[in-house]
């Protein structure tokens, strides 16, 4: 059976994202142990908060490197809200600029908008070859963030071969800013909203998402 595993190191909406990855059928785990991260056909990085303190409670379990080891071996990574902020090389939040996991090119700032956060549904301006996204074009997602990055750059990451591939940005317009609402790059997928509460529409993205793990091909 099909395994994947939440990564639990304190910062995120663990219990809905289980529950929805639970409802496909596939076998999921809550963990921080980096072995059974490493191992797992598909690994959920989760993420609620400040993006400094989001990147210290990662690094404390040693996420930032399963993630890379995860990516280096192209296995299926899905950064979701704060952790698809954090695979960016920097976040400016509460005056404090703090390093990303570097593996998207771009900062995460604030949104530019007269009612913030940006909380509700909305809808994407979907990349054409997104895989997420496949049969998805019209749907609406639910956001509820404060930041968001408002440009995605691909960039050489030591040790990691994304075999070729350009990064596919969906966009997203809240307010004055049009940021990107979701990145897919070779093993790399990250999302500003939220599947796991975006009704069918989200377990729909969940199961493209697992179309994509070699063992499904």
Same mark, same amino acid.
């Given at each position: 059976?099909?395994s994947?595993?939440? %990564?639990d190191?304190? %910062?995120?909406? /663990? $219990? +809905?994202?289980?529950? #929805?990855? !639970? ?10 142990d ?9 690994? @959920?990085?989760?993420?609620?908060? #400040? ?30 809200c ?10 400016? &939040?509460?005056? &404090? ?12 700032t604030?949104? !530019? ?8 549904w909305?809808t994407?301006? #979907?990349?054409?070859? =997104? ?11 639910? %956001?509820?963030?404060?930041?968001a ?5 691909? @960039? !050489?990451?030591?040790? /990691? !071969?994304? +075999?070729? &591939?350009?990064? $596919? ?6 307010g $004055?800013?049009?940021?990107? #609402?979701?990145? &897919?790059?070779?093993?790399? =997928? ?14 729909? *993205? *969940? ?11």
């Amino acid at each position: 059976m099909t395994s994947i595993v939440v %990564f639990d190191y304190g %910062f995120g909406n /663990v $219990r +809905s994202m289980l529950r #929805a990855v !639970d409802n496909l059928g596939v076998d999921v785990t809550l963990t921080s142990d980096y072995r059974e991260a490493l191992q797992a056909d598909g690994l @959920v990085v989760p993420g609620v908060g #400040a993006f400094a303190a989001c990147m210290q409670g990662l690094k404390s379990v040693r996420g930032d490197r399963v993630i890379q080891d995860r990516l280096q071996a192209r296995k299926p990574v899905l950064g979701v809200c704060v952790g698809e902020q954090i695979m960016f090389q920097a976040g400016t &939040e509460h005056e &404090e600029n703090a390093q990303g996991l570097g593996l998207i090119g771009g900062e995460v700032t604030a949104l !530019d908008a007269d009612v913030v956060p940006h909380m509700g549904w909305n809808t994407l301006s #979907a990349h054409p070859e =997104s895989r997420l996204l496949a049969g998805l074009g019209n749907e609406r997602f639910y %956001f509820v963030h404060s930041f968001a990055a408002m440009n995605a750059d691909d @960039v !050489d990451v030591p040790n /990691v !071969d994304f +075999s070729g &591939e350009s990064g $596919r940005i969906t966009w997203c317009d809240y307010g $004055r800013s049009h940021f990107v #609402a979701a990145y &897919e790059r070779g093993a790399l =997928s990250a999302t500003q909203f939220h599947p796991e509460k975006s009704a069918q529409a989200g377990a729909q *993205l *969940l199961r493209n998402w697992i179309n994509t793990f070699p063992s499904q091909g």
